[in-house]
């Protein structure tokens, strides 16, 4: 992708955002049909879908050749990541989409050839936009964001951690976890990855762990970590696979390797 072509690409995928997150804005308190997907508590509204259509129409409309991958049903079945992709999650944090009517955020990355470009992450309600450029830094809003603190210590962290003690999940060491968990400063759980990884990308929080991401749940924040200096890789270390679901840890350079080896551990 040369610096062209992306600035366009970048201004489009931008002005879609935006678009999509003001029209959330405008009927969030219009009545809403929701739906299930693997579980009852995997909830689907008619927001998600139509915000993930109205993405496909204008990408496809405007970029023929550009691929989707997507959480919703409107993307491409796609076997590589070849070519120009968009992994868009219309809304991440659907559960707090519902409940809440806040705390969720439409989460873009932008890929070619299966390097990540370009970023966008729209905290709808709060209008907050996180976006990065491959190279160019990341940033919140108009404020470029520094590069993660190298001197943080796991004692000082703030660790996101979600739903690893559930019964769904006994792939991994809960005595270990627990011990992570004394270790650090404090825990969090926001209820968005999207939302999440900004936040360490915003140095606001350390380290990110998840049994259970999909592609359009990280693509984007993968690449504002990357552009502050931090890490992405499944909770082994291993790198994460585009195509599947992963398990996930995110974070500072300074506390990842230290986590993945002593605490996190996969059965
Ligand atoms: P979603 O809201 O787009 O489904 C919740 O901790 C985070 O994990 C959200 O970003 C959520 O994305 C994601 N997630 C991935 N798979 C999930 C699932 N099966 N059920 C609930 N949340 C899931
Ligand atoms: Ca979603």
């Known amino acids: 992708m040369d610096i062209t072509n992306r600035d366009q690409i970048y201004q489009f995928a931008k002005e879609w955002v935006l678009e999509a997150g003001e029209h959330i804005r405008n009927v969030i308190d219009e009545p809403l049909t929701i739906d299930t997907k693997s579980n009852p508590n995997d909830l689907v509204t008619q927001m998600d879908r139509n915000t993930e259509e109205y993405f496909a129409k204008k990408i496809k409309g405007t970029f023929p050749a550009h691929k989707l991958l997507s959480e919703e049903g409107f993307g491409d079945n796609l076997e590589t990541l070849d070519g120009t992709v968009w992994i868009i999650d219309p809304i991440d944090g659907t559960m707090n989409f519902v409940h809440q009517k806040r705390n969720f955020a439409i989460s873009v990355g932008i890929y070619q050839d299966g390097v990540g470009e370009i970023a966008f992450i729209y905290n709808v309600m709060e209008d907050i936009l996180y976006h990065a450029k491959k ?13 993660l603190d190298e001197k943080v210590t796991l004692d000082q962290s703030i660790l996101l951690i979600n739903s690893l003690w559930s019964g769904e999940n006994k792939r991994i060491n809960h005595e270990k976890i627990q011990d992570l968990v004394r270790k650090v400063r404090g825990t969090r759980s926001y209820g968005s990855a999207a939302l999440e990884f900004a936040g360490i990308a915003e140095g606001v929080l350390d380290g990110y762990i998840s049994m259970k991401l999909y592609p359009w749940d990280f693509a984007a924040g993968v690449i504002l970590i990357e552009e502050v200096g931090g890490t992405t890789s499944q909770a082994n ?6 195509l599947t679901e992963n398990t996930v840890f995110s974070g500072n350079f300074q506390i990842a390797k230290e986590i993945i080896d002593n605490y996190i551990e996969l059965k």
């Not at 190279?135 to 590069?147: E, N, R, S, T, W």
Request: hydrophobic fraction near 40%; avoid cysteine.
């Open 135 to 147: 190279g160019q830094g990341a940033f919140k809003d108009i404020v470029k964001l520094p590069k």
């Open 237 to 242: 270390g291993k790198a994460l696979n585009f």
